[in-house]
């Protein structure tokens, strides 16, 4: 999304510390654009897997952080 900056942040201490102006975090760059250049490398799907949706989606935003 244009125009959205993401700062990643490795515990929920450096978000409020992030917000409350003590600590820095530089934004994360294109993640997405990065991972639509591995699409390809992930050999597994859920094609045949039923029911569990926000379990899979859960699933395809860890590996799509990557």
């Known amino acids: 999304m244009k125009g959205l900056d993401v700062y ?5 201490i450096e978000v409020i510390k992030f917000l409350s102006g003590e600590q820095e975090i530089a934004p994360a760059g294109n993640s997405r654009a990065k991972a639509a250049d ?16 926000h ?12």
């Open 8 to 12: 990643p942040a490795g515990s929920l």
């Open 55 to 66: 379990v899979k989606r859960a699933l395809e935003v860890a590996v799509s952080d990557g």
């Open 38 to 53: 591995h699409v390809d490398e992930y050999a597994d799907d859920f094609m045949d897997v039923r029911g569990q949706e």
